[in-house]
């Protein structure tokens, strides 16, 4: 039983369960950029280049023959993934980058207003003085 205590104790840190959400999100964010390269960006990148889809770009190195398929190099579906990846890539970027700029703002803030001390501060900071005059 002890075990199986400390596994809950280690899968219900704050931590893990913030790591499973972002990945989570992750994915489905991963899928919407995969959606809007293809479907959205490369479409007018192929019009520019004269009518080509890039996801059917492809060398052929031996052609089918009888029951064996035809070896490809897809390299119009890797230029696709590198566009993902480098959307995928700014996105997180400017994503850090603003929470970055708002955490300094805060920090900021914070540092900027005063200190004020609490009564109990004030009262103890006066008797503290008293003493020291009558000394």
Do not use: C, H
């Given at each position: 039983?002890?075990?199986?205590?400390?596994?809950?104790?280690?899968?219900?840190?704050?931590?893990?369960?913030?790591?499973?959400?972002?990945?989570?999100i992750g994915a489905a964010?991963?899928?919407?950029?995969?959606?809007?390269?293809?479907?959205?960006?490369m479409?007018?990148?192929?019009?520019?280049l004269g009518g080509v889809d890039f996801s059917d770009l492809s060398f052929t190195l031996k052609q089918a023959t009888g029951d064996e398929p035809a070896v490809v190099i897809s390299y119009g579906k890797f230029i696709q993934t590198v566009l993902d990846f480098i959307i995928i890539a700014f996105s997180i970027f400017a994503l850090v980058k603003a929470m970055n700029t708002l955490k300094s703002k805060t920090d900021k803030a914070k540092e900027a207003a005063p200190v004020v001390p609490s009564k109990e501060e004030q009262l103890l900071t006066e008797i503290r003085d008293l003493l020291k005059e009558k000394k």
């Amino acid at each position: 039983m002890k075990w199986l205590s400390e596994f809950k104790q280690f899968a219900m840190r704050g931590n893990v369960v913030d790591m499973a959400v972002g990945i989570i999100i992750g994915a489905a964010f991963g899928k919407i950029v995969s959606s809007l390269v293809s479907d959205v960006i490369m479409p007018p990148i192929g019009v520019l280049l004269g009518g080509v889809d890039f996801s059917d770009l492809s060398f052929t190195l031996k052609q089918a023959t009888g029951d064996e398929p035809a070896v490809v190099i897809s390299y119009g579906k890797f230029i696709q993934t590198v566009l993902d990846f480098i959307i995928i890539a700014f996105s997180i970027f400017a994503l850090v980058k603003a929470m970055n700029t708002l955490k300094s703002k805060t920090d900021k803030a914070k540092e900027a207003a005063p200190v004020v001390p609490s009564k109990e501060e004030q009262l103890l900071t006066e008797i503290r003085d008293l003493l020291k005059e009558k000394k």
